[in-house]
């Protein structure tokens, strides 16, 4: 079966760096997402890692390792808009996503 | 812009009603597009896999004669849920795209009465 596991919630402070986990067991694996999902809305692309390493995007930063079966998605200079679910995905060979539970962030003043 | 567009954006229907959703590609030609249902507080799941020119596959407990897919050419997909019940209502989000993409339609947000 597929297991993709994040921590349901989390909560910082404006202008501080958060760092959301993700780690997963599938049995493929073609690529992972990280989306951001404000409630009642359609998740909106983060990033997407398919190799080892750090990608950097803006404050966004999405870091893979493929061996560990581990990623995690680094926000910097928090915003309150920030404040979103944050869904970890893996194309597991079908293109078809599988998704995490999601991590509820909540940034506080 | 919007790559994947989606149609209604929500609808409230009678219970036993069906409702069809529509889901087109703008900027390209898919293939294959995928349908996702979330429930509140829950995560995205897959519910099926909607192939131009030939049957849907549908995921392990999804009723293929209760969500009825038709993907008649390569820019659009529907979803028809049939006989809706209260049960059925969710958000429901169809998603194409290519290797290393994924792209999202705004959704459909469907409450049954």
């Known amino acids: 079966g597929q297991n993709i596991d994040q921590p349901t919630e989390m909560t910082a402070t404006e202008g501080a760096i958060v760092q959301i986990n993700c780690t997963y067991q599938?049995?493929?694996?073609?690529?992972l997402f990280w989306y951001q999902q404000h409630a009642g809305e359609a998740p909106t692309f983060l990033s997407y890692?398919?190799?080892?390493g750090l990608e950097e995007k803006g404050r966004f930063s999405s870091f893979l390792s493929r061996s560990k079966g581990y990623s995690y998605l680094l926000l910097k200079e928090l915003q309150m808009k920030d404040s979103a679910s944050y869904l970890c995905?893996?194309?597991?060979?079908?293109?078809?996503?599988?998704f995490g539970s999601g991590t509820r962030l909540q940034v506080q003043p | 812009g919007a790559v994947v567009s989606q149609h209604p954006s929500w609808v409230i229907c009678k219970s036993g009603t069906s409702v069809k959703i529509e889901c087109r590609s703008l900027d390209f030609q898919a293939t294959t597009m995928f349908w996702y249902r979330q429930f509140p507080k829950q995560s995205l799941m897959l519910m099926a896999t909607s192939n131009e020119g030939s049957k849907a596959t549908y995921e392990q407990g999804v009723e293929k004669d209760k969500f009825l897919i038709n993907h008649a050419s390569l820019t659009l997909s529907t979803l028809t849920v049939t006989s809706a019940h209260p049960e059925d209502s969710s958000f429901y989000i169809c998603s194409a795209g290519r290797t290393g993409e994924a792209f999202f339609g705004q959704g459909t947000r469907l409450t049954v009465v």
């Open positions: 599938t049995s493929g694996f073609n690529g």
């Open positions: 995905a893996v194309d597991t060979g079908r293109r078809a996503l599988t």
């Open positions: 890692n398919v190799l080892d």
